[in-house]
């Protein structure tokens, strides 16, 4: 049984493109990492090319008002999280925190494991900090009104069209994300408006919200996110500048890998883990006291979001690496590859969310999760309204 609904996916093509021909309404997209290096093999491109640049213009040509990236949520994402874990571990409380950036695991979590609901990180997905932050800055910043905003999600994944439905990320009837595309979806799109999108030359993103460092964009590999939340932390708990960005024993193919680092007499014990099979045995281990770590990464797709069950299918393993080498390729070409070195995060917690983990970051940023054996859906909204109101 899939656990993430992402056998049912739902297929939005259709409400987007009323939206995108409402004259009302403010469509905006935010394309996720790993989207780029796989839609082009939809349109003769070989795996792992590299095309944000011409999702950008494709989505400009099909309407959209403006295209932004989810890997500048996903540098929140880690200032957030790798905050949230300096802390955890200084305290030595609920330890290991497991990562919350995949609602495929998260599911799994509510519903087999909810005995680890506290070890969850209680980051919001990247996918959701994008559209939490883009509904509070935008209206002001477009000069529209907030229920005028539609934000379109380009995921690699069917697990996040469910996300974006929670009740948790649905303030009164203002959504988050409105839709949730997947890679396939948009390809399909492009193909209905009639674009060549092989011909299309490469466009910018938007500002502020398309401006990203590479950590940023590897978090669409699995191990992404533990070498992004590394390079956090080597600069907050040695105090020096991190000059060699690349933390290569995080990454790799297999399914489960392990890695220690020392920051400043700081130990800390790493595991990666995907697929959810693999995430199953590995609790096991926990459980059973054969190993002990201090944060554990777990995406439900084997390899990570490269792999996603909205990109174009594959059973080449051979694809996936290189659609997961494009993203650190992309990661060496950008000019920041830290996290914190984002001007615009920076500029966003200068001007709204204050410190990390502030009472105004926990608003936007973070959520809560429930016990899904024990809850009905009914009181799931209610709970979910209940918890809105507090913040
Ligand atoms: Fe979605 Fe798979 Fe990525 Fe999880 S690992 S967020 S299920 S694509």
Same mark, same amino acid.
């Given at each position: ?8 996916? +739902?297929? &939005?093509?259709?409400?987007?493109? /009323? ?22 093999? $939809?349109?003769? *491109? #070989?795996?792992? =090319? $590299? ?5 950008? !213009? ?30 955890? #571990? ?16 998260? #599911? ?26 883009? /509904? ?7 000069? @529209? ?23 948790? *990320?649905?303030?009164?009837? @203002? ?20 674009? +060549?999108? &092989? ?15 590479? =950590?940023?964009?590897?978090?669409? !590999? ?13 600069? +907050? ?5 991190? *000059?060699?960005?690349?933390? /290569? ?5 297999? =399914? ?10 700081? %130990? ?12 199953? &045995?590995?609790?096991? +281990? $926990? #459980? ?7 944060? @554990? ?21 051979? !694809? ?31 001007? $709204? ?14 959520? %809560? ?11 799931? @909204? ?10």
């Amino acid at each position: 049984v899939c656990p993430t609904a992402s056998i049912t996916p +739902k297929y &939005e093509v259709d409400k987007v493109w /009323k939206e995108i021909e409402n004259p009302d309404k403010v469509v905006v997209a935010q394309i996720a990492p790993a989207v780029r290096v796989a839609i082009g093999e $939809l349109f003769g *491109f #070989k795996p792992g =090319a $590299l095309l944000t640049g011409q999702i950008v !213009n494709a989505l400009k040509m099909i309407g959209f008002d403006k295209v932004f990236d989810t890997s500048f949520a996903a540098d929140l994402t880690v200032i957030e999280e790798a905050n949230e874990f300096i802390q955890r #571990k200084q305290e030595d409380y609920k330890l290991p925190l497991f990562t919350s950036c995949c609602p495929g695991w998260v #599911k799994f979590v509510e519903y087999y494991h909810p005995e680890l609901i506290t070890n969850l990180s209680s980051c919001k997905s990247p996918q959701q900090m994008f559209g939490s932050v883009a /509904k509070e800055i935008l209206p002001e910043l477009l000069n @529209i009104k907030k229920e005028n905003l539609a934000v379109v999600s380009i995921m690699p994944c069917t697990a996040k069209k469910a996300e974006a439905k929670r009740p948790e *990320f649905n303030h009164g009837g @203002i959504k988050e994300v409105d839709y949730v595309l997947t890679t396939v979806e948009l390809a399909a799109m492009i193909k209905e408006a009639g674009i +060549k999108f &092989e011909n299309l030359t490469p466009e910018p993103l938007d500002m502020p919200m398309g401006f990203k460092s590479g =950590a940023g964009v590897i978090f669409g !590999n699995s191990g992404g996110v533990s070498e992004a939340v590394a390079r956090y932390a080597y600069e +907050k708990l040695t105090g020096q500048k991190l *000059f060699d960005f690349e933390f /290569k024993q995080l990454r790799g193919s297999d =399914a489960l890998r392990t890695a220690e680092l020392e920051l400043n007499g700081t %130990k800390i014990r790493m595991a990666i883990v995907s697929g959810l099979k693999n995430a199953s &045995e590995l609790i096991k +281990k $926990l #459980k059973n006291k054969e190993a002990e770590y201090d944060i @554990i990464e777990v995406m439900a797709c084997p390899g990570g979001c490269i792999a996603g069950a909205g990109q174009p299918y594959t059973t080449e393993s051979d !694809n996936k690496c290189k659609r997961a080498s494009a993203l650190y390729e992309s990661d060496k070409t950008l000019q920041l590859h830290k996290s914190q070195d984002n001007p615009y995060v920076s500029e966003l917690y200068s001007s $709204l969310l204050g410190e990390p983990n502030s009472r105004k970051a926990h608003s936007l940023l973070h959520t %809560k999760y429930y016990n899904r054996r024990r809850i009905t859906p009914e009181n799931l @909204i209610k709970l979910a309204d209940n918890d809105s109101k507090k913040l």
